[in-house]
């Protein structure tokens, strides 16, 4: 597609419950990054994947985070047992080798009750 | 490791005046350096990047930002401040030499254009 994706834009969830964010990033773009922005404050980095090396995970908060790219494309972040205080919103980026800078999606607006 | 500093978390200024957004970094090469901005309710947008030449560079909307290797600063800037421009700026950096890094963010600095 001509942007990055995310899907769905906006989810309400129980406490507790197991959520998974979806991500479509530009077609052809190796790089893959998910980044949480919790209201009014910066960016933080969560997980990054380019092509087929393993992921640098460095960056997820807990075990109960975990992400996925299939085939190199589309991405799926599931958190397990959400706890309020996983309520922000995920953005997801991508970009292609060689190439400097993100294309950011929409993101997904999380929110835990 | 890279880090990047907004030292202002606000940024208040009247329309027609000029504006400044601060951003610093910490790198051990030679920096890539990235503006983003975000709208309230939207995604991040790309402003500008700094890769290598001019250390003046030009983007979208009126912006421009001077990369001072001294000063190891990247300061966003606009000659006329318009009320559209409030939003919440980014800085990030990524350091070319070390393979798969990822971006590192500022913390961001809000803008308010007053009327």
């Known amino acids: 597609g001509a942007g990055v994706s995310q899907s769905p834009s906006n989810k309400v969830t129980e406490k507790g419950k197991d959520v998974e964010l979806r991500c479509d990033p530009i077609?052809?773009?190796?790089?893959l990054y998910w980044y949480r922005q919790s209201l009014g404050q910066g960016l933080e980095f969560l997980i990054y994947?380019?092509?087929?090396?393993?992921?640098?995970k460095s960056g997820l908060p807990s075990d109960r985070f975990s992400a996925e790219r299939t085939g190199g494309s589309v991405s799926t972040l599931t958190i397990q047992r959400t706890q309020q205080e996983d309520s922000a919103v995920y953005l997801c980026?991508?970009?292609?080798?060689?190439?400097?800078?993100?294309?950011f999606g929409s993101g997904t607006r999380l929110t835990v009750v | 490791a890279q880090s990047v500093a907004q030292p202002e978390d606000q940024v208040n200024v009247a329309e027609g005046n000029p504006l400044t957004v601060k951003c610093t970094y910490s790198?051990?090469?030679?920096?890539?350096l990235f503006w983003y901005v975000q709208y309230p309710n939207r995604g991040l947008q790309f402003l500008l990047k700094y890769i290598t030449g001019d250390n003046l560079v030009k983007g979208s909307y009126g912006f421009e930002a001077e990369f001072n290797k001294s000063q190891t600063s990247f300061h966003l800037k606009k000659p006329s401040a318009l009320v559209s421009d409030s939003a919440l700026y980014f800085c990030?950096?990524?350091?070319?030499?070390?393979?798969?890094?990822?971006?590192?963010f500022g913390p961001g600095t809000r803008l308010s254009v007053l009327p």
């Open positions: 790198v051990s090469g030679n920096p890539y």
């Open positions: 990030a950096v990524r350091d070319p030499s070390v393979y798969g890094q990822n971006f590192v």
């Open positions: 980026a991508s970009s292609s080798a060689g190439v400097y800078g993100y294309t």
């Open positions: 994947f380019q092509g087929n090396s393993a992921p640098d």
């Open positions: 077609s052809g773009h190796t790089a």
